[in-house]
């Protein structure tokens, strides 16, 4: 079946604009994490929804960041007055949710998000 | 402060010779553990995991070993294979904080024909 997908997959902006990521989940996935990865660096997770409801949004890094999913399945994560050390890949992943050991995350292809 | 760490940025190997990457860990509540493999321009996709009541778990080529004591763990690839190029990100997840995942920054693994 479909995996994740992510759009756009380029995303380029100016310092100070909004910008909107979305993340479309596997369906059926109940959970769904976004992370940014930074030049050389691992995943570093933003915040975790398990249905609609923003469940741990300990990652985020300050109040310009914000990520909703209204129905349980599309996310969007939305960054306002972007700075230029918002440039990153925005990675979306995506699992059946609960408490399982075995939950495994799937990730889409991110988004490139570079503010010039 | 970063609680995952892998410390070799690049690995190279022969095919068909064993790949050894490495991973060390800061948190002691962290109970489970798992490596993925990434290519370009694709998300990081799970390759193997290991829970902290194991040392070991195999699949295929490819083994996970698990040293709490020294929260050390490290992936086996073995034969290695030049489709096995990518780069490799060890994750750890609390105990406490079931959904919370904390990577490190990735190996990159050149596998030379």
């Known amino acids: 079946g479909a995996g994740v997908s992510q759009t756009p997959s380029n995303k380029v902006t100016e310092k100070g604009k909004y910008v909107e990521l979305r993340c479309d989940p596997i369906s059926g996935h109940t959970a769904l994490y976004w992370y940014r990865q930074s030049l050389g660096q691992g995943p570093e997770f933003l915040i975790y929804f398990q249905g609609t409801g923003a469940a741990d949004d300990s990652g985020l890094p300050n109040d310009r960041f914000f990520a909703v999913r209204p129905e349980g399945s599309v996310s969007t994560l939305k960054i306002q007055r972007t700075e230029r050390g918002d440039s990153a890949v925005y990675l979306c992943?995506?699992?059946?949710?609960?408490?399982?050991?075995?939950?495994?995350?799937?990730f889409g292809p991110g988004t490139r998000l570079t503010v010039l | 402060d970063q609680q995952v760490k892998q410390n070799s940025p690049s690995l190279s190997v022969q095919e068909g010779r064993i790949s050894i990457l490495n991973c060390d860990y800061t948190n002691s509540m962290f109970d489970y553990f798992l490596w993925y493999k990434k290519y370009p321009a694709e998300g990081p996709t799970f390759l193997i995991s290991?829970?902290?009541?194991?040392d070991k778990n195999e699949d295929g080529r490819f083994t996970v070993f698990l040293n709490k004591s020294a929260k050390h763990l490290s992936l086996h690839i073995v034969p290695s294979q030049p489709g096995d190029s990518a780069v490799y990100f060890c994750?750890?997840?609390?105990?406490?904080?079931?959904?919370?995942?904390?990577f490190g920054s990735g190996t990159k693994l050149n596998v030379k024909p």
């Open positions: 994750a750890a997840r609390d105990l406490y904080n079931f959904n919370k995942f904390y």
């Open positions: 290991i829970s902290s009541i194991k």
């Open positions: 992943a995506s699992s059946l949710g609960g408490y399982s050991s075995t939950d495994t995350q799937y």
